[in-house]
């Protein structure tokens, strides 16, 4: 059992490491007189990871998630900033320069990646040397030109993690013996796919994708147990409560079919096929001994009811309705088994 949930942490921070690579942000600022008793502060996706002097330079070294824009932004001061957000080239390095023109704040990206457009925020306080005015100005563009620019040009993996309650049923039987069970279930499931949002047109429009992940579900069984027996033993029958966990990774294929109810929001349902070869732990309940067996013949049959909006800041925020269909086949000493669920599936871009 502990082998079991340390090889299931294990592959949680293998699907957390896919998606990050090392970049190293050079970063440094030109000098100049004007502004240079002000320090500037460097964030990069909002932590803050220097403050820069006045012709000063840093490395910067993180995981980052290629498939997403990072957002860099140059703050000195509660009145002056600058904000760009760019895509991390193919040699994972990114030289930027900051620094002052005039009164107002600069940051370039000059090399290691694109400029996307999209988020910025700008914001500045100006003085009128004619007649000495003094105006501030704040602007912010918001993010959805960048991911769907994003999504339109790279598509990109997204993972779906998806909350279950069930109903499921169990039988297994012989000449002499038969086991009959009901009860419920709580599943959840993990799923990679790789994501590239159709092109608007209006009519029914698909994508798909091949889809892998695991599943990790436990199930509560009331059972009965059915012996024909010669006399002199004759029929016996007995009830028990059962607990199961199971363990399955899957592997397959989705298609989404729908259509577009306007230039950015697409909705329909995603149908889902997998092979999903299992590992069932019965835990003991009445001081009895646990078992531990692997069913490499189990498939399961998905329905995503999706609704994936290109302007949005994450794919699909908003949990989506979710149905699904499993089966294991009696093979050898291991009962039918067939579940059926209804729960949420939430989408995140990687």
């Known amino acids: 059992m502990k082998r079991i949930c ?7 921070l293998a699907f957390a490491a896919m998606a990050q690579d090392e970049v190293i942000f050079e970063i440094s600022r030109k000098k100049a007189l004007v502004g240079s008793a002000s320090p500037v502060r460097i964030y990069i996706n909002g932590a803050e990871v220097t403050k820069l ?3 000063g330079s840093y490395i910067y070294k993180a995981l980052i998630d290629k498939t997403k824009p990072v957002i860099i932004q140059a703050n000195a001061g509660l009145l002056k900033k600058r904000e760009i957000t760019i895509n991390v080239g193919e040699g994972n390095k990114c030289v930027l320069e900051t620094g002052f023109s005039g009164a107002s704040i600069f940051l370039n990206l000059l090399s290691g990646g694109v400029n996307m457009p999209g988020t910025g925020a700008v914001a500045d306080v100006k003085v009128d040397r004619e007649d000495l005015s003094i105006s501030y100005t704040a602007t912010q563009t918001h993010a959805s030109d960048t991911i769907r620019q994003q999504w339109l040009s790279k598509g990109g993996r997204i993972m779906g993690t998806s909350y279950i309650g069930g109903a499921s049923y169990t039988r297994m039987s012989d000449d002499m013996f038969s086991m009959t069970g009901m009860g419920g279930n709580i599943t959840i499931t993990m799923s990679l796919l790789n994501f590239k949002v159709p092109e608007y047109e209006p009519g029914l429009k698909t994508w798909h994708s091949s889809v892998f ?10 059972t009965k147990t059915k ?3 010669p006399p002199p033993v004759g029929t016996m029958t007995d009830k028990s409560f059962n607990i199961n966990m199971m363990f399955s990774f899957n592997g397959g294929y989705t298609v989404g079919l729908g259509k577009f109810k306007n230039e950015t929001k697409w909705k329909g349902a995603a149908l889902e096929l997998t092979y999903r070869p299992s590992l069932v732990i019965s835990l003991p309940t009445n001081g009895g001994k646990g078992d531990l067996s692997l069913n490499m013949m189990g498939f399961g049959f998905d329905v995503n009811f999706n609704s994936f909006t290109s302007n949005a800041a994450k ?4 949990a989506q309705s979710k ?13 039918l088994f067939v579940s059926v669920g209804f729960g949420l599936t939430f989408y995140q871009k990687m």
């Open 213 to 222: 992940g695991f599943t990790g579900s436990d199930q509560f069984f009331v």
């Open 315 to 318: 794919l699909a925020p908003k």
């Open 227 to 229: 012996i024909d027996a």
């Open 6 to 12: 340390l090889s299931l942490f294990i592959l949680l």
């Open 323 to 335: 149905l699904t269909f499993f089966a294991l086949p009696p093979i050898k000493d291991m009962p």
């Open 53 to 55: 002097l006045n012709g």
